[in-house]
Nanobody, 118 residues
């Protein structure tokens, strides 16, 4: 199972970006999909998550600005980020809980850099 992120970039404060993550390989189903981030000198934190049934949850710091969505037919999860702030600068990692055999396991992408700066 591989997760490949794209969409990271340098953007001015107040700008927008959309991150994408495609899950590929041999598996049965994908349970939850989500985005985490790690800012310089900080621990990795959950940004947003979407369950297989569509239920979502967000970090308080991004509520109202970020939107997570998934396309089950394309095994893809998106993160629309609006009103970006310098404190959103981080490496963003895609995560998916995937059933490969008889159990569900965590898989991670390599990350995509988001830099918010004037």
């Amino acid at each position: 199972v591989q997760l490949v992120e794209s969409g990271g970039d340098l953007v001015h404060p107040g700008g927008s970006l959309r991150l994408s993550c495609v899950v590929s390989g041999k598996f049965f189903t994908i349970d939850s999909m989500g985005w985490y981030r790690r800012a310089p000198g900080k621990q990795r934190e959950l940004v947003a998550r979407v369950l297989s049934g569509g239920r979502t949850n967000y970090a308080d710091s991004v509520k109202g600005r970020f939107t997570i969505a998934r396309d089950n037919a394309e095994n893809t999860v998106y993160l629309q980020m609006n009103s970006l702030k310098p404190e959103d600068t981080a490496v963003y990692y895609c995560n998916a809980v995937v059933r490969v055999d008889t159990s569900y396991d965590d898989y991670w992408g390599r990350g995509t850099q988001v830099t918010v700066s004037s």
